[in-house]
């Protein structure tokens, strides 16, 4: 009787603990660099609303960083345009401290620099 | 309509013992020879929690004739005599449809039913069973187990284990059932999860699901005469990977409600009456993020679909006539959107396109059937007649720029249909040994949601956005099964059933120019619109043979072959652009997606007193040659397949199960398997896998 038991225990214990949801949780760094004035960025948050925001930038050493923390398949976004020709920009997005994509642009002020993706799924 | 042809719907005359062959309820054809149990009748469940199968469609399969359309690693699709989708009513308990939400039917109505709690599965072929609704082709409905009355308080427990290797897959499976003698309550929790798995020569599928689910039954009787039923079954999948469609599902939520009362013998005039009320509600989320395409554009969809109905019947004696009268009326709701996250463009726009706009579906069944012994005959016949009525919000179609590229408004897209179906059947008895039985059926399908109202979407077999037409009409199958069967003690059972069909107004897709409609989705040749194509013919057999006790080994062996033509067709030519520059008529066109002809055997026997039990089973398909010129349908080759399983029954308690599937690791796939998208790669089955099933009845 006893390993009838066992067993139901066993069987109950696998399908409650499939049922609880499974921390996967992803952190999402963005970071944008090497502009030397003004530029206008638009990213998604961790709430995955859309934020607009004008970032003043002295020079090319100037970080903006945003984190936060997100699931697989979420949907993560940066785009942004200078307007000094004289600018640069580069935006990476890293996922637990790994660069997942990047890009930059230098004296380009007629294009929006967007980097996105989803959050690769394991 | 012309009602052609014979069938012989082998019939066991009384049953001797022989519970391997159901009793043929007149002119339903159905096919009890699930191939690995002898004792199909009591053991159905026992089959396949034997199995490795996890899943309806894939358990159907091993029946002759039933095949499944595979596009992932689980909810395949069943196909009965090369009818598939909706040409075929699948219903649970004997009543309760479920409209899935995905307009690819990666969630078949089958894929909504909590395997574990299923305790068996019936197929009628042909277009027989019409009192289960309107059917075009075969009738799969699923019994879920019902809660029994105990005879003092008392509670059963069944706790299951099921371990796969090489699918890295496992399922754990528990039920409660207690009661009293005038109530009882069944409940059961079960998850699965399952990882990729390989085909015979290494290669990695992406076949990765989760399902999980609750089912909960509370049956009240009254009197021995009367029972109401009450269920509520819940499944929930995630992550469900469709390497051969352009989506996967990210989720899928369904939730069904029935209420049922079975009244017997309740007056000298009534046998019995039933009444059936049910509600399923599903809500299907799926999505291309694990998708490279995602990288431009992230579209996630989200369908909801309800379904409602009630059913009732009336089986009452006049003379020696048995009849049954019996009415239902369902209703289906869909409404969808995919929504487009435009992820590569500035502010991130996100378009929102409408699958289904509030799309609805009516159908009114009055059926009544009527069945009377004589001598050696058995007489039997169904009547049925359908109002179906369909309607959808405005169907629109704007390209980013907001410009109209599709519109259909919403009084246009009404359309109603009475439709009359009808059976005769009739059965001979030559001697206690052989009966010979003739079926002719005229079954009448109604478009679906999809073939009236679907939103330029690729749901078909071929590359193309497909677009619903609320003008078309419904198919209409008249066919003819004749069937021999012949039983004797020192033989074993022997049946052959020969099959024709006839059908009108089958639906295919007609290419529309670009002119006329430009697709929506990517890398697709184009845009196709349902419409009523040509006569379309079937046609086919199956043998089957069941040693009984005659062998020293239980063997059974079955032979099953479709054929399915459409008189005419067209075939486009394309130039490098994909532009159509030529389009040519085919006569007698084999239609696609119709299974080749195949051989299946199985061995057992049980040792040690019947505690070991030993099965060897074989499937050997032949090549499918027969393939669809206008469909530029590729041929498949041909396979041999071995599976063994040894399970030992400790006692009344525990039992284990052990088992390998496709033994010499063949590199195969399916017919029916649709390629891999974005590629001209099969879907291979799986290679060689072993399994366990550890089982504790309590």
Same mark, same amino acid.
């Given at each position: ?37 003004? /530029?206008?960025?638009? /990213? ?18 100037d ?13 993560? /976004? ?7 020709i ?6 990476q ?19 929006y620099?967007?980097?996105s993706?989803?959050?690769? /799924?394991e | 309509?012309v $009602?052609?042809?014979?069938?012989i ?27 690995? =149990? ?7 469940k026992?089959?396949?929690e034997?199995?490795s ?6 358990? $159907? ?10 596009k992932?690693?689980?909810n ?61 082709? +075969? ?9 029994? %009355? ?16 090489n ?5 754990n ?6 009661? =009293? @003698? ?41 009197? @021995?005469?009367?029972r ?7 499944s ?11 989506m ?5 939520d ?9 009244g ?34 992230? *579209?996630?969809?989200?369908?909801? !679909? ?11 004696d ?22 487009k996250?435009?992820? $590569? ?13 509030? *799309?609805e ?6 059926? *009544?059937k009527?069945a ?19 309607f ?7 390209? @980013? ?10 009084? &246009? ?5 009475h439709?009359?179906? +009808?059976?005769?059947?009739? #059965? ?5 040994d ?28 071929? #590359? ?5 037409? %609320?003008?078309?009409? %419904? ?31 089958? =639906?295919?897709?007609? =290419? ?11 890398d ?7 419409y ?9 057999f ?11 080994f239980?063997?059974?062996? *079955? ?6 033509t459409?008189?005419q ?6 130039n ?13 066109? %084999? ?9 299946? !055997? ?10 070991? &039990? ?14 669809? $010129? ?25 039992s ?21 998208i ?14 366990s ?6």
């Amino acid at each position: 009787m006893r390993i009838h038991i066992l067993f139901i225990a066993v069987i109950l214990s696998f399908v409650v603990f499939s049922c609880q949801k499974e921390n996967n949780a992803k952190l999402v760094k963005y970071v944008t660099t090497e502009a030397i004035s003004m /530029y206008d960025l638009a /990213y998604l948050n961790g709430s995955s609303q859309l934020i607009e925001q004008k970032v003043e930038a002295q020079s090319a050493q100037d970080k903006w960083v945003y984190s936060f923390e997100a699931e697989p398949g979420d949907i993560v /976004y940066v785009s942004a345009k200078y307007y000094d020709i004289e600018s640069a920009l580069k935006i990476q997005i890293l996922i637990d401290g790994k660069v997942y994509k990047e890009k930059s642009s230098r004296n380009d002020t007629t294009q929006y620099l967007t980097v996105s993706g989803v959050i690769p /799924y394991e | 309509m012309v $009602l052609m042809l014979l069938l012989i719907a082998m019939y066991v005359k009384g049953q001797k013992n022989i519970d391997t062959v159901m009793r043929l309820n007149q002119v339903e054809i159905v096919d009890s020879s699930v191939i690995r =149990i002898p004792q199909l009748k009591n053991m159905e469940k026992v089959d396949m929690e034997n199995s490795s199968v996890s899943d309806v469609g894939e358990a $159907l399969r091993s029946l002759p004739n039933v095949h499944g359309i595979r596009k992932g690693g689980t909810n395949i699709d069943p196909v009965v005599r090369g009818y598939k989708f909706d040409q075929i009513n699948v219903v649970l308990n004997g009543g309760i449809k479920i409209e899935g939400g995905c307009p690819n039917r990666m969630d078949p109505t089958s894929s909504h039913v909590n395997f574990y709690d299923i305790r068996n599965i019936r197929v009628i072929k042909g277009p027989f069973g019409l009192t289960y609704g309107p059917v075009l082709g +075969g009738v799969v409905n699923m019994q879920t187990i019902k809660p029994q %009355p105990f005879l003092q308080p008392d509670i059963k427990i069944y706790a299951r284990k099921k371990m796969l290797w090489n699918r890295e897959g496992n399922s754990n499976f528990i039920s409660f059932e207690g009661g =009293i @003698p005038k109530a009882s309550l069944y409940t059961s929790i079960y998850q699965s999860s399952y990882g990729d798995y390989f085909s015979g020569n290494g290669e990695r599928m992406n076949t990765t699901f989760e399902k999980k689910g609750f089912t909960g039954a509370l049956g009240f009787f009254p009197s @021995p005469n009367h029972r109401l039923d009450f269920l509520m079954m819940r499944s929930l999948s995630e992550n469900v990977d469709f390497p051969a469609l352009p989506m996967d599902e990210r989720s899928d939520d369904s939730k069904v409600w029935s209420f049922s009362y079975q009244g017997k013998n309740i007056n000298a005039f009534v046998k019995n009456f039933d009444l059936l009320i049910y509600y399923a509600d599903v809500t299907h989320i799926m999505d291309n993020k694990n998708r490279p395409f995602s990288d431009t554009v992230v *579209a996630i969809s989200q369908i909801d !679909a309800i379904t409602k109905g009630v059913k009732s019947t009336l089986a009452f004696d006049i003379n020696t006539f048995d009849f049954l009268v019996g009415a239902e009326h369902t209703s289906i709701f869909k409404d969808g959107t995919r929504k487009k996250h435009m992820i $590569l463009q500035p502010q991130l726009p996100i378009k929102n396109e409408k699958i289904w706009n509030g *799309a609805e579906i009516y159908n009114l069944g009055l059926f *009544a059937k009527i069945a009377k012994q004589m001598d050696r005959f058995m007489f039997s016949g169904i009547a049925r007649y359908d109002y179906n009525q369909a309607f959808s919000e405005d169907i629109l179609v704007k390209n @980013p720029n907001d410009v109209s590229l599709f519109f259909k408004e919403a009084d &246009s897209t009404e359309s109603s249909f009475h439709n009359i179906s +009808g059976t005769f059947g009739v #059965d001979y008895f030559l001697n206690d040994d052989i009966s010979i039985n003739l079926s002719l059926g005229r079954g009448v399908r109604s478009p679906n949601m999809l073939e009236r109202f679907i939103i330029l979407l690729p749901v078909g077999f071929d #590359d193309y956005d497909y677009l619903g037409n %609320p003008d078309i009409l %419904p198919e209409n199958n008249n066919e003819a099964d004749i069937s021999l069967s012949y039983i004797k003690q020192n033989i074993g059972l022997l049946s052959i059933t020969g099959f024709y069909s006839y059908v009108t107004d089958y =639906i295919l897709g007609e =290419i529309l120019t670009p002119t006329q409609q430009k697709p929506l989705s990517k890398d697709v040749l184009g845009v196709k619109r349902f419409y009523n194509a040509d006569e379309a013919y079937f046609k086919g057999f199956e043998f089957y043979y069941n040693s009984l006790d005659v062998l020293p080994f239980n063997t059974r062996l *079955a032979v099953a072959y479709t054929d399915g033509t459409i008189k005419q067709n067209e075939q486009y030519q394309y130039n490098d652009q994909n532009e159509v520059i030529e389009r040519t008529i085919i006569e007698d066109d %084999p239609l696609p997606e119709i299974p080749p002809m195949e051989f299946k !055997a199985n061995i057992s026997d049980r040792f040690l007193n019947k505690k070991l &039990s030993v099965a060897i089973d074989f499937r050997y398909v032949l090549a499918q040659k027969r393939t669809s $010129l206008c469909f530029y349908e590729k041929e498949t080759p041909g396979f041999f397949i071995t599976g063994m399983n040894a399970g030992y029954f400790f006692d009344d308690v525990f039992s284990i199960n052990f088992g390998v599937e496709n033994l010499f690791d063949e590199l195969y796939y399916e017919h029916l398997n649709r390629r891999i998208i974005g590629s001209n790669k099969p879907f291979y089955e799986p290679g060689r896998y072993f399994y366990s099933n550890f089982i504790l009845r309590l």
